[in-house]
């Protein structure tokens, strides 16, 4: 609350004033910003709280369509499958979790993705496990068939751009890709435990040369 006082202010500064207000209103309308480096973004500190592309009822079923053929194709073992998918020039991104790492995170070429399917004996470190801090050091189809397990998104709740509020890892996914799409794969764990074995997975999408394709695979899951 401002103190209760008088003052007074000439014509010309009340439009000085005025004029000041609405160029402020003009930069913020139209995302321009004083930083010289627009490029930073801070993550979100709160998942799910960001501002999703706004796509179209059609685009929509499709983006969701494409996700889940290459959900169906992960949870069947047939990884080769999404190969068409990954984006051409660049490639995918694994994350073990879900705050994504751009330095660390494994990223695939569509090359890469094909080769290192065949060559199965190849290990990757993809990351520390949470509570542990052990290294995850494991084969791309292990690593897939295991970590990713997307069987168990066979029955899950799908959102498109939006997230449910889960564990307490920050979600950066629009922090790292601010104009990309993201359809979002929720399961809810078992009575057993209480829903703390819930999972998710988020698959990232960009356009390129006037199709989609996908950027990254982001797991989620309970941590400590």
Known sequence: MMPSSRFDI?????????????????????GCSSSADSNVRIPNQQNGNTSAPVISDTSQQTLRQQALRIQ???ATN?????????????????????????????????????????????????????????????????????WVDAKKFNDARIKTNDFES???????????????????????GTDEYDGMDWRGMRLVFDDYQGKRYLVAIINDQWTV
């Not at 014509?11 to 402020?24: D, E, M, N, V």
């Not at 065949?118 to 791309?140: A, C, Y």
């Open 10 to 30: 000439s014509q010309s500064g009340f439009y000085k004033l005025i004029t000041a207000a609405c160029f402020a209103s003009l930069l913020v309308a139209t």
């Open 166 to 188: 889960r564990g307490n890892m920050i979600n950066n996914v629009k922090d790292v890709y601010p104009k990309s799409d993201v359809v979002d794969f929720y399961y809810k």
């Open 72 to 74: 169906r194709a992960l």
């Open 78 to 146: 047939d990884f080769a499958r999404i190969t068409n998918d990954i984006h051409p020039t660049r490639g995918v991104r694994f994350s073990m979790y879900a705050y994504v790492r751009p330095e660390t995170d494994k990223v695939f070429s569509r090359e890469q993705f094909a080769q290192y399917l065949q060559q199965s004996k190849i290990r990757f470190t993809w990351g520390d496990l949470d509570g542990t801090g052990e290294l995850l050091v494991t084969p791309l189809p292990t690593y897939l068939a295991t």
